[in-house]
């Protein structure tokens, strides 16, 4: 392995100076301190002293018999600690506060709570391992980490937290270690441990540095056998004990002692080099010049139990000059023995008070010279808080590491001509990764029973991502490939294109034996939920990577390797809290939407927030119809009315103006010939889309085409069958006459204006723009849509006529049509006009889910800017987002609507910016951007369901208030 070894000069000079020259157990009011530990020290007897080296187990998930032996010990050998191990954080903290109430003494509490309190406790929160973090850049957020531990441990009543494991990982086949190092670096672990320590002690819990000397460099378990570290002193110093060192100058509390044999220090190698005095107290406390407290590791472990019997050990633990026996047998035994050493002098009075008097002022600075209960009140809340969460997303954001990217394949950046698959390797879960990738753009899980099979399918695919998912449950389960995998790996490389993720220790790539083919080499380092959903985000640039490898891959990637991706400006997921929301806010929309389902306004609804570029919030609710058969999912469309105005019509209009074809002031008449000798040939561009210019509302094509005596569509107009006369498809099984979009358009064109000029909103020139487009580009507006923005923006589900490209099971009924198509409406658009051009328009047809809205939203809200690629010049968005008619009352910008100018109105919640705009959809649905907030917000649902009648939605403006409650969610202007 690749290890850097810092140059050995004037050892004895640099350890000197490194030495702590104050103790870091004292406070800064050491007077106070002093009075409160010589207080307790003059009143101690012999037996309390020896009792207050004692840490022993404690668990809350045994029975009441179990409690009462801890209970028994405390009360008759005068314990002065614990460490809580497996169980839940309520019944551990009434243990604590039993515990404490019976000690005359003040108990200090031990933990194991390396990677959070989840290494011992159930209902408690999990952050990464340490290898993962190994890997950032960014110290602060390690010292965040620290911090949040320590407010974790402080709020069970924990005063010293048995971390940072500071082990420099120079062996992967340790199997011990290993993912609990920061790596085999020790600059890196140093300053790692440094900021992880400066955290957790701001929280007046103790850190502990461990395994010292250094468990790093074996491949033997302490648990199980006494480990050999057979390395030179020079080895030792600019490895090993270089973090040390390093802690040492920066004020850590305690240290713990690992049982390992050191013949370099220690010429009786089987002595443990917890009870070695040559490693204790010669090369620790005096050559080290460490003044904190010094605890063993656990006593229990074979690496020193089998050295003597319990009592003996424990004898020479103190012998060598600890100050705490962590988890010793033979309590009564040992302090028998311990009792006798003094009173027969083998151990001083000057040694057993130095040891106690280090105990007693960790104690008080850890707080308990003013101790307090536990607090059971919201106890579970305060230990899972959100900003947990923010903080787990921000180290796995800044952990995962880019170690080859040829071909420029990460991240992801043409989404229209990618057709991209996904192939599993290894036996955990990978749901969430999957779910994520499929929000950017549809991949496809590509598996078979045999290589062949799977090499086959893969030939339609241009993009290959490989996922390596291996346990997370804890850091010491398995990673490596099995000969099979890297077989269909090298197979699967060699024949495609592929990028490579691992959610497995960065060890896992050791088995690799070439990385030739593999063009982009990926490493998350975790399977957890939170590093497979960061990944997917970054392999698509919505986020960036930015980590480096903590530890080396042969020849093939040093350590410290890593190229930072770019970011593409494609919409991220988080939680609300990241970008200065309130979850609990949030939340009341779920309240909002459960009495929108049961007051029956709509049978269900989708509902997505985003801000800052991240959606926060995205729930769906209740049914599709009130038969309640099918839950609405993230993933199902719904038909978005006339959002497709800004969505379908708009952008193709934006686009043919950019591109000269039209300009604002250009008369309908120019780009419509239709219009050419009507009233409405001077009409110019900005007016009609202003909603200004005097243009009806709408017209209801399909009347004329329905049969006066049976109120059903006309045979003259329909069929049930497609043929060349009856092409136009406007529902299930109903065919309209070919020619009769001619007569719509002359519909539009014999439609009277209104008398005078005033605000009217109006759909009639997205009609026109329908034909204007096809004969402009040659191509049908869905397909220039598709391949103008919708393609390239990943937004798979936003599309005219779904069922050309989806089940039907995914898309929600509108209404059942009881006066025009006589059906159940699903997956045909709603708004008959539309219907009457095949599902193809700019004022109704589109649908789509919530989180395809938002791209485009979100791209609109950049200006035009989004996945790396523009599709809008600023100037454009920032034209067509813009009143010009406001004097007149008009708040509509062109084609976008906009906050009210009328307060009675109720476009807008009326608590968004002049800035904002979106648009609402007569089925239900609603869209908003505000630039000023950064807020995106999409609302979609059915209340049209079972009728249009079902107005109840529209009645309470619930689309406006679910706005209000986001807009209150926004904390950090507060």
């Known amino acids: 392995m690749n290890t850097r070894i810092l140059p050995l000069i004037f050892v004895f000079f640099i350890t000197f100076m490194n030495a702590q020259e104050e103790s870091p157990l004292d406070k800064k009011d050491t007077y106070g301190q002093n009075i409160w530990v010589d207080s307790i020290m003059k009143s101690m007897t012999i037996d309390e002293k020896i009792g207050q080296l004692f840490m022993i187990p404690a668990y809350s998930n045994r029975d009441a018999q179990h409690e009462a032996d801890v209970t028994e010990l405390i009360n008759k050998y005068h314990i002065g600690g614990l460490v809580f191990f497996q169980g839940t954080p309520e019944k551990e903290a009434k243990m604590t506060n039993n515990f404490q109430k019976i000690s005359k003494i003040p108990l200090m509490l031990g933990f194991d709570g390396e990677w ?3 290494m011992r406790l159930d209902n408690t929160y999990r952050f990464p391992w340490n290898m993962t973090l190994g890997a950032i850049q960014d110290e602060s957020l390690i010292e965040e980490f620290g911090e949040m531990l320590g407010k974790h441990h402080s709020r069970l009543g924990i005063h010293v937290n048995f971390a940072p494991v500071v082990d420099v990982n120079i062996n992967p086949a340790n199997p011990i270690i290993g993912n609990r190092s920061f790596g085999e670096d020790p600059r890196n672990v140093a300053s790692k441990a440094v900021a992880f320590t400066k955290g957790m002690q701001s929280q007046n819990v103790l850190a502990n540095a461990k395994h010292f000397p250094g468990h790093g460099d074996t491949d033997a378990d302490s ?5 050999t570290i057979p390395f030179s002193r020079q080895r030792l110093d600019s490895v090993e004990l270089y973090p040390y060192r390093e802690l040492f100058k920066n004020g850590l509390a305690s240290i713990m002692v690992a049982h390992l044999s050191v013949p370099e220090y220690e010429p009786n190698t089987a002595l443990p080099s917890s009870l070695s005095k040559n490693i204790v107290t010669d090369l620790l406390k005096e050559k080290m010049g460490f003044k904190g407290l010094i605890f063993t590791d656990a006593l229990n472990m074979k690496g020193a139990a089998n050295f003597s019997s319990p009592a003996e050990i424990n004898l020479e633990v103190i012998k060598a000059g600890n100050d705490i026996l962590l988890m010793p047998l033979d309590i009564p035994e040992s302090i028998a023995k311990l009792k006798k050493a003094v009173t027969d002098s083998v151990i001083t009075t000057k040694r057993l008070d130095e040891s106690v008097k280090k105990i007693l002022k960790a104690k008080y600075w850890a707080g308990l ?10 106890l579970n809340e305060d230990l899972n808080g959100q900003d947990a969460e923010v903080l787990h997303y921000k180290l796995v954001e800044n952990a995962t590491t880019l170690l080859k990217n040829e071909l420029d394949l990460f991240p992801v950046k043409d989404l229209a001509e990618a057709k991209i698959a996904y192939v599993k390797l290894g036996d955990a879960d990978n749901t969430t990764f999957i779910n994520r990738l499929n929000d950017y753009t549809q991949v496809d899980v590509v598996s078979g029973k045999n290589l062949n099979d799977v090499i086959k399918k893969l030939k339609e695919y241009n993009l290959v991502i490989i996922g390596y998912h291996k346990s997370n449950e804890s850091p010491w389960k398995g990673f490596k490939f099995s000969n099979k995998e890297l077989v269909w790996l090298q197979e699967i490389a060699r024949n495609n294109r592929v990028i490579l993720d691992v959610f497995a220790s960065a060890y896992s790539l050791l088995d690799i034996k070439t990385f030739t083919n593999i063009e982009s080499v990926f490493v998350s380092y975790q399977n957890s939920i939170i590093s497979q959903d960061i990944s997917a985000q970054q392999i698509f640039g919505a986020l960036s990577a930015k980590g480096r490898l903590p530890v080396s891959i042969h020849n093939d990637f040093a350590v410290g390797s890593g190229i930072n991706s770019s970011n593409l400006y494609r919409l991220s997921y988080g939680v609300p809290e990241s970008v200065g929301m309130d979850t609990k806010k949030l939340e009341r929309i779920d309240s909002l939407a459960q009495e929108v389902v049961k007051d029956k306004m709509a049978p269900g609804m989708q509902v997505l927030v985003a801000r ?9 609710f209740g049914y599709h119809t009130d038969k309640q058969e099918t839950r609405v999912q993230n993933t199902h469309l719904y038909d978005l009315a006339s959002i497709t105005k800004i969505l379908g019509g708009l952008p193709l209009i934006m686009k043919a103006e950019e591109e ?3 300009n604002l002031e250009t008369p309908l008449a120019k780009l419509f010939p239709i219009l050419n000798n009507t009233d409405k040939k001077d009409i110019s561009i900005k007016e009609a889309l202003s909603h200004y210019g005097r243009l009806k509302s709408w017209i209801p094509y399909y009347l004329k085409t329905m049969d006066s005596a049976t109120k059903k569509p006309s045979d003259k107009f329909y069929r049930h069958s497609r043929s060349n006369d009856f092409s136009i498809k406007v529902a299930n099984k109903l065919y309209l006459r070919s020619d009769y979009k001619d007569s719509m358009y002359q519909a539009i064109a014999d439609a009277p204006l209104l008398t005078r000029k005033r605000y009217k909103y109006s759909g009639l020139v997205f009609y026109l723009f329908n034909d204007y487009f096809t004969k402009e580009y040659n191509q049908t507006m869905d397909i220039l849509d598709d391949n103008f923005f919708y393609k390239p923006l990943g937004a798979t589900t936003l599309t005219y006529n779904p069922l050309n490209k989806f089940s039907e099971k995914i898309i929600v009924p509108t209404e059942r049509d009881l006066y025009f198509r006589n059906q159940l409406l699903r997956g045909y658009v709603h708004d008959q ?22 791209k485009m939203m979100q791209m609109y809200m950049q200006e035009g800017y989004y996945g790396g690629k523009r599709y809008f010049k600023a100037e454009t968005l920032r034209m067509f987002n813009k009143r010009y008619y406001s004097k007149n009352n008009v708040r509509r910008g062109l084609g976008f609507d906009k906050p009210q100018i009328n307060p009675k109105e109720k476009a807008s919640c009326g608590c968004v910016s002049s800035k904002s705009f979106g ?31 079902n107005s ?23």
């Open 116 to 118: 959070g309190l989840d």
């Open 223 to 227: 648990h199980l056998t006494l480990p």
């Open 369 to 378: 010279n003013n101790y307090k209960p536990i607090e059971l009140k919201n």
């Open 612 to 620: 800052k570029g991240k959606v926060v919030y995205r729930k769906s």
């Open 660 to 662: 000269g074809r039209f």
């Open 833 to 854: 006009g539309a219907a009457m051009f095949g599902g193809v328009n700019g004022n109704a047809g589109l649908f789509s889910n919530s989180n395809d809205v938002a």
């Open 919 to 949: 648009h609402s959809g007569y089925t239900g649905t609603y869209t908003w951007a505000d630039p000023e907030s950064e807020l995106v917000f999409v609302f979609l649902s059915n209340r049209v369901y079972p009728t249009a009648s």
């Open 952 to 974: 109840g939605l529209v009645k309470h403006n619930i689309r406006t208030i679910a706005q209000q409650i986001i807009q209150d969610a926004i904390v950090d202007g507060d």
